[in-house]
T-cell receptor
Framework: GAVVSQHPSWVICKSGTSVKIECRSL??????MFWYRQFPKQSLMLMAT?????????EQGVEKDKFLINHASLTLSTLTVTSAHPEDSSFYIC??????????FGSGTRLTIV | LAKTTQPISMDSYEGQEVNITCSHN???????ITWYQQFPSQGPRFIIQ???TKVTNEVASLFIPADRKSSTLSLPRVSLSDTAVYYC????????????FGKGTTLSVSS
């Protein structure tokens, strides 16, 4: 089946630095990818929709200057957390639609800011 | 987008059948009903999807009544490894539309 590969699976960064998370669609082309954030014991919260070749669409309350999204090709979308702070520590997950009502998810990235 | 409501938690024992019911009163004609499973620190994993009536695959069954305002995920004989969070989602059949997650049901299976 359709697979989205997400890297890294975990990362620890110092406060103030930037970190990039990558999601690649391995055997299909993803015109659109979705980025979610999940805090402990909570559900997934949609952050933004990434569109190949155009600007991302951010959900209300998500800072577009902090969470930079780039979708430069049909198989790669990246999320860069800029000037990260401890409150940005979370589990980040990407997803892509693969068919009618069907979606596949990356394995997630555990981001810890110290 | 259709909102879903499902129990926050359920407990079961190994070998039992578990049924998780989800209500989605505002489901639209083009919406699909999809269930995902999530283990801690992993991305959600597809379990089953349906539009109406009954769907069965190797791991679960999905029952959808004629009015489609609810659905029931049935896990036939659960094991300890089925302990996870289960999400019921209504997916609008349109490219570019994200899945919106509700709170999910935390299933705990004991021996």
């Amino acid at each position: 089946g359709a697979v989205v590969s997400q890297h890294p699976s975990w990362v620890i960064c110092k406060s103030g630095t930037s970190v990039k998370i990558e999601c690649r669609s391995l055997d299909f082309q993803a015109t659109t990818m979705f980025w979610y954030r999940q805090f402990p014991k909570q559900s997934l919260m949609l952050m933004a929709t990434s569109n190949e070749g155009s600007k991302a669409t951010y959900e209300q309350g998500v800072e577009k200057d902090k969470f930079l999204i780039n979708h430069a090709s049909l198989t790669l979308s990246t999320l860069t957390v800029t000037s990260a702070h401890p409150e940005d520590s979370s589990f980040y997950i990407c997803s892509a639609r693969v068919g009618a009502g069907s979606y596949t998810f990356g394995s997630g990235t555990r981001l810890t800011i110290v | 987008l259709a909102k879903t409501t499902q129990p926050i938690s359920m407990d079961s024992y190994e070998g039992q059948e578990v049924n998780i019911t989800c209500s989605h009163n505002n489901i639209a004609t083009n919406d699909y009903i999809t269930w995902y499973q999530q283990f801690p620190s992993q991305g959600p994993r597809f379990i089953i999807q349906g539009y109406k009536t009954k769907v069965t695959n190797e791991v679960a069954s999905l029952f959808i009544p004629a009015d489609r305002k609810s659905s029931t995920l049935s896990l036939p004989r659960v094991s300890l490894s089925d302990t996870a969070v289960y999400y019921c989602l209504v997916a609008f059949n349109q490219a570019g539309t994200a899945l919106i997650f509700g709170k999910g049901t935390t299933l705990s299976v004991s021996s």
